[in-house]
């Protein structure tokens, strides 16, 4: 199971939301939520947008019994939820890598010959 926290701010005009999701589970979890908020959805910016927002959406990988934060603010004033929870699923592979990946790093990777030998 993955939990989710909210804290909201609002202040000069801007409405600022801190989610907190921890992942109870002894697997890898791949989490979205989405800015329930009309209005446009401002990500945190470094050097750009984080990857792991596309719009009002924001999924990233939470290690087994991870907690991680996510934020974002919004001119627009709460009046209701804040943030849905829209999907979970267990993550597969490396966190990051993606199966092709993970198999072009490996040296001389061959499925068995029929009868056993390789």
Request: glycine share 12%; net charge positive.
């Amino acid at each position: 199971m993955v939990t989710v926290e909210t804290a909201v701010h609002r202040r000069d005009g801007v409405t600022f939301v801190t989610v907190t999701l921890t992942n109870r589970r002894e697997t890898a979890q791949r989490v979205t939520v989405r800015n329930a908020l009309p209005g446009p959805t401002w990500p945190p910016r470094r050097r750009g947008v984080s990857p792991e927002w596309d719009g009002h959406t924001w999924q990233g990988v939470l290690e087994a019994g991870e907690r991680r934060g996510v934020g974002f603010a919004s001119p627009t004033a709460p009046t209701g939820r804040v943030i849905e929870l829209l999907e979970v699923e267990r993550a597969t592979g490396c966190r990051g890598t993606d199966v092709q990946t993970i198999l072009s790093q490996r040296e001389n990777a061959k499925p068995p010959r029929p009868g056993g030998r390789a």
